[in-house]
């Protein structure tokens, strides 16, 4: 249930209804907007009288969600979520970028990487410590040591560091050492997993799941985000269909789906979407385009010979390239990187 309050009501009058309401055993979520107050009213709602709520002055209007999702919709947080990492704002006029390696594969290989890719504008890097893959055979990454790489990477460059966790008992430990925790495609409704997230406050990077809806995918950032950490990013990266030129589809319509169902931020994966490095670019400016608050990409420095993933990573150069190109389509649509 959204209660929509009168521009300008009175912090006491305010105060009396979220009190009132908590009586009834609801939660509330105050949004402070600019124009008027909304109040996110989240638990039995059914057995509130919506009519008798509207008797209090200060009150506009009473209007029941019909979404499952509540958090993480628009209508609770009308105004864009900015979800900051370690000094990095994700959301807003500034576009984030993420990149960096498919994986971690040595100290040389990620430090020169995350140096480049700074030089060129980058303002996170990412690297894959543990691998989640198809094949049991393939490469499955270098795991803690991975991590502790990542960590040396971020000493030399102060990058923030973007990595996916696998297992609901490496909570902790990434809750300590990585800046922005991504949930993977594979994980997106590993649910137990979820729950463990919402016990931090570390943002999130969310991606959405291989033949995932829209709705699935904002109802797994709602099992975060009803968990207490509100700092939740999706991911678009491409979903399943019947087509097989690609590796996926990317979908980028669900860009400005997304920001009309809902505040979270939103960024794109234009690599593992293809997984073919010559279609990074103009997916790239397509997201941006399209509304995109931000975009992932894989970068290394020796594609033909990375461990994995390689057809779909570019270049330092290339990536140097990519960011001038996003610059212009940026200034168009009124953001800067």
Same mark, same amino acid.
């Given at each position: /249930?959204?209660?929509?309050?009168?521009?300008?009501?009175?912090?006491?009058?305010?105060?009396?209804?979220?009190?009132?309401?908590?009586?009834?055993?609801?939660?509330?979520?105050?949004?402070?907007?600019?124009?008027? $107050?909304?109040? *996110?009213?989240?638990?039995?709602?059914?057995?509130?009288?919506?009519?008798?709520?509207?008797?209090?002055?200060?009150?506009?209007?009473?209007?029941?969600?019909?979404?499952?999702?509540?958090?993480?919709?628009?209508?609770?947080?009308?105004?864009?979520?900015?979800?900051?990492?370690?000094?990095?704002? !994700?959301?807003?006029?500034?576009?984030?970028?993420?990149? *960096?390696?498919?994986?971690?594969?040595?100290?040389?290989?990620?430090?020169?990487?995350?140096?480049?890719?700074?030089?060129?504008?980058?303002?996170?890097?990412? =690297?894959?410590?543990?691998?989640?893959?198809?094949?049991?055979?393939?490469?499955?990454?270098?795991?803690?040591? *991975?991590?502790?790489?990542?960590?040396?990477?971020?000493?030399?460059?102060?990058?923030?560091?973007?990595?996916?966790?696998?297992?609901?008992?490496?909570?902790?430990?990434?809750?300590?050492?990585?800046?922005?925790?991504?949930?993977?495609?594979?994980?997106?409704?590993?649910?137990?997993?979820?729950?463990?997230?919402?016990?931090?406050?570390?943002?999130?990077?969310?991606?959405?799941?291989? #033949?995932?809806? !829209?709705?699935?995918?904002?109802?797994?950032?709602?099992? %975060? /985000?009803?968990?207490?950490?509100?700092?939740? !990013?999706?991911?678009?990266?491409?979903?399943?269909?019947?087509?097989?030129?690609?590796?996926?589809?990317?979908?980028?319509?669900? !860009?400005?789906? %997304?920001?009309?169902?809902?505040?979270?931020?939103?960024?794109?994966?234009?690599?593992?979407?293809? =997984?073919?490095?010559?279609?990074?670019?103009?997916?790239?400016?397509?997201?941006?385009?399209?509304?995109?608050?931000?975009?992932?990409?894989?970068?290394?420095?020796?594609?033909?010979?990375?461990?994995?993933?390689?057809?779909?990573?570019? $270049?330092?150069?290339?990536?140097?390239?990519?960011?001038?190109?996003?610059? #212009?389509?940026? =200034?168009? #649509?009124?953001?800067?990187?």
């Amino acid at each position: /249930m959204i209660v929509i309050l009168k521009p300008e009501a009175p912090k006491d009058e305010i105060q009396s209804i979220v009190s009132e309401l908590k009586s009834m055993g609801m939660d509330i979520q105050v949004n402070e907007g600019v124009e008027c $107050t909304v109040l *996110g009213v989240l638990g039995n709602t059914f057995e509130i009288d919506a009519d008798a709520l509207t008797l209090h002055t200060c009150v506009d209007r009473v209007m029941r969600v019909s979404e499952p999702f509540k958090k993480a919709n628009r209508k609770f947080h009308p105004h864009d979520s900015v979800i900051d990492v370690c000094g990095t704002r !994700i959301g807003g006029d500034k576009l984030a970028v993420i990149a *960096g390696p498919c994986s971690v594969e040595s100290e040389e290989q990620i430090i020169s990487i995350a140096e480049d890719v700074k030089k060129s504008g980058a303002t996170l890097l990412r =690297g894959g410590a543990f691998k989640p893959r198809t094949s049991p055979y393939s490469f499955q990454g270098m795991e803690f040591e *991975g991590l502790q790489l990542l960590k040396e990477a971020k000493a030399v460059t102060g990058l923030p560091i973007v990595t996916e966790i696998m297992s609901p008992k490496h909570v902790e430990r990434f809750d300590a050492d990585v800046d922005l925790i991504q949930v993977g495609a594979r994980n997106m409704q590993n649910f137990d997993l979820l729950k463990e997230l919402g016990h931090t406050k570390k943002p999130i990077l969310l991606k959405r799941g291989l #033949s995932s809806t !829209i709705e699935e995918w904002l109802m797994s950032a709602e099992y %975060i /985000m009803a968990g207490g950490n509100e700092n939740v !990013i999706l991911c678009e990266r491409g979903i399943r269909t019947f087509e097989t030129y690609t590796r996926n589809t990317l979908d980028i319509s669900a !860009i400005p789906a %997304i920001k009309k169902l809902s505040h979270l931020p939103v960024v794109v994966d234009p690599s593992h979407a293809t =997984g073919m490095n010559w279609m990074v670019t103009p997916l790239a400016i397509a997201a941006i385009a399209a509304g995109a608050d931000g975009i992932m990409v894989e970068v290394h420095n020796d594609p033909k010979n990375a461990k994995c993933d390689g057809a779909q990573s570019i $270049t330092p150069a290339e990536f140097d390239v990519v960011m001038k190109q996003l610059s #212009s389509i940026a =200034g168009i #649509s009124g953001r800067v990187l």
